[in-house]
Each structure stands twice: as structure tokens, then as C-alpha cells.
């Protein structure tokens, strides 16, 4: 299964991700709708056509939770077209950190 990393997420932030999707037929194909395995992430443009041999973004927002988990977050995301197929599913995955966390490894990053 394919995933999209966004990286170092504060709490209760809001990130926006972007899922590439290329189109291999011949055919325009419209994803009709999606589903998250959590509400920390909600689809944006949709429905998108997508045109033959093209390619389409799907936009992922996502929020971070309150609570800080122990192991990064990690979310099942799927897909439905019109063209009959199979969902098109990915993963999106996030590392949870506290907002001090986050203020103090920016700092660090610009040499403060």
C-alpha cells in the first residue's frame, strides 16, 4: 500500500497533504468520492476528473489529535472512481508532537 509521510505534525494542527493519482486508460475517470479510517483527515476536491492518460491531486487535510500517541499516526484513506475498479487505497502518516516539542526544534533549525 502506497502512503504519504507529512512528516512532524503538532498537536491539534492542521496539515495539508497531496495524493497524486495517474490515470493509465484511455478514458477520463472521476473519483466520485473517499473515506478516512479517521475524522483527523478529510478530502478536499472532490468529485475530480481525471482524463485519460492524465493525472489528478486529491487533497488531505489533516488535523492532529489532542493527544499525543505513542507510535506516529497512521490512517487508512480510500478512494472510489467511476470506472468500476477496485477503491484506490493509501495510508497517511503522521509523528504527533507536542507544540513546546515543535517551537523548540525550530528553533534548533534555524540556530537559535
Known amino acids: 500500500m502506497e502512503s504519504i509521510d507529512i512528516g512532524k505534525v503538532e498537536a491539534t494542527e492542521e496539515r495539508l497533504a497531496a495524493c497524486k493519482i495517474q490515470n493509465y486508460s484511455f478514458y477520463d475517470v472521476q473519483i466520485l468520492g473517499g473515506r478516512a479510517s479517521?475524522?483527523?483527515?478529510?478530502?478536499?476536491?472532490?468529485?475530480?476528473?481525471?482524463?485519460?492518460?492524465?493525472?489528478?491531486?486529491?487533497?488531505?487535510r489533516f488535523k492532529g489529535p489532542k493527544k499525543i500517541p505513542e507510535k506516529p499516526s497512521r490512517h487508512t484513506i480510500m478512494l472510489f472512481s467511476d470506472n468500476g475498479q477496485e477503491p484506490i487505497i493509501f495510508a497517511i502518516t503522521a509523528t504527533i508532537i507536542e507544540r513546546k516539542a515543535a517551537k523548540d526544534i525550530k528553533q534548533r533549525e534555524e540556530g537559535k
Open 38 to 60: 479517521c475524522g483527523c483527515a478529510v478530502l478536499e476536491n472532490i468529485p475530480l476528473t481525471i482524463p485519460g492518460f492524465g493525472c489528478g491531486v486529491v487533497n488531505i
